[in-house]
């Protein structure tokens, strides 16, 4: 089964690096979360991809409300 975008073509697949570059996290970061199954990611043998659906929902899982009146 092939995962397609809209415009037909295969979805880019991004590097721990240039995931890196997107997200402001660093690679090692990345890939040693993706290793321990922590984040959404692609396998293909010991290779680390990542997609840019990936990556968005990566950050959104980082995310934290706010907190009204100073709970601790």
Aim: proline fraction near 6%; avoid cysteine.
């Amino acid at each position: 089964m092939t995962h397609l975008h809209t415009s037909g073509e295969p979805p880019r697949l991004y590097k721990a690096a240039e995931a890196a570059t997107i997200t402001g996290l660093t690679a090692h970061w990345l890939t040693s979360h993706a290793r321990a199954k922590q984040i959404p990611h692609w396998r293909f043998g010991k290779l680390i991809r990542f997609s840019r659906a990936h990556l968005d929902e990566i950050v959104q899982q980082a995310h934290q409300p706010v907190t009204v009146g100073g709970a601790k």
